[in-house]
């Protein structure tokens, strides 16, 4: 380029500097897509929503012969369009089939014990209805210091999940209401 930069030059120069970083982006994309399905050949797709935060982006999960392949980001889902975060790339992180280190069943540790021992899921999930029961029945509140009714318990908790759809709040929000769960709250709200 001689001379002074005129307008003109300036449009003319950057017009085709865009127009070949589209090019060459094209032929990358094409690249990039002719590769995918190599990958991922003969297996079963099944689409999923990311467990990781509360935007809710739709990843596609391959596997073959019921084993974990990999993962993509879900083109055709509304909220991420085929992109997904670093979290959701690592989705491979909860497949047993990637992470062997992946826990699989309940463990125990008693208390003042050094020793974890593997359990049920029924002895867990009794363990913590009994729980629940026994700090029910220590903390719940059935009147208020000006004496209204107002039956519930200040001592338990709860902090929601992102990866439940709006049945499952539902329902949910309606259990933890009936045990007089006051403080209720959402992974989306931190």
């Known amino acids: 380029m001689t001379g002074k930069l005129t307008r003109r030059s300036f449009l003319k120069w950057t017009g085709a500097g865009l127009a070949g970083i589209a090019i060459g982006e094209n032929i990358k994309l094409q690249s ?54 670093p979290k959701g790339k690592s989705i491979t992180q909860l497949s047993y089939d990637f992470n062997k280190n992946r826990l699989t069943k309940p463990l125990y540790r008693a208390p003042y014990s050094k020793e974890w021992k593997e359990v049920s899921w029924d002895w867990v999930l009794d363990k ?24 519930r318990i200040d001592a338990l908790a709860s902090v929601g999940s992102a990866a439940i759809d709006n049945e499952e709040c539902y329902i949910f929000q309606k259990f933890l209401r009936s045990l007089g769960l006051v403080y209720i709250e959402h992974q989306a709200r931190i």
């Open 32 to 85: 990039a897509h002719a590769q995918i399905p190599l990958k991922y050949k003969r297996t079963t797709e099944t689409t999923t929503i990311c467990p990781y935060c509360a935007v809710g982006c739709g990843i596609i999960v391959h596997t073959r012969d019921g084993k974990f392949i990999g993962s993509e980001g879900d083109p055709d889902h509304p909220i991420n369009g085929g992109r997904l975060c």
């Open 128 to 151: 913590i209805a009994e729980k629940i029961k026994k700090a029910r029945a220590k903390f719940f509140i059935k009147k208020n210091s000006k004496g209204q009714i107002v039956n």
